[in-house]
């Protein structure tokens, strides 16, 4: 069992700061990607920002300058920490992570259930 948890959304001002948390547990062999994806009200899913195993990034074009994505490697953790937080930025904030079980040889892309962002005055 494989399970991502996301904690550090919140309800914040124009201009405000958030830092979002996704600690992997479980039978973890080993990790490669770790990324961020949000839903906006009445929008798709779209990705924000991505990790790999070793630190390479890349950003949706809407966030880039204002978001940074880091991992933990040894705490099987990645963050995203937002910066000058707009309305738009109003979402629900998923975590994925691309985890190879304990045993497998597989990787499998497996989702947090999600935290709330809120950017309003």
């Known amino acids: 069992q494989v399970q991502l948890v996301e904690s550090g959304g919140d309800t914040v001002q124009p201009g405000g700061s958030l830092r979002l948390s996704c600690v992997a547990s479980g039978s973890i062999g080993s990790i490669n990607a770790m990324a961020w994806y949000r839903r906006a009200p009445g929008k798709q899913r779209e990705s924000v920002a991505a990790v790999t195993s070793g630190g390479d990034t890349n950003y949706a074009n809407s966030v880039k300058g204002r978001f940074t994505i880091s991992r933990d490697n040894a705490k099987n953790t990645v963050y995203l920490q937002m910066n000058s937080l707009k309305p738009e930025d109003t979402a629900v904030y998923y975590c994925?992570?691309?985890?190879?079980?304990?045993?497998?040889?597989?990787?499998?892309?497996?989702w947090g259930q999600g935290t709330q962002v809120t950017v309003s005055s």
């Open positions: 994925n992570a691309e985890i190879r079980k304990k045993g497998s040889d597989y990787f499998g892309r497996y």
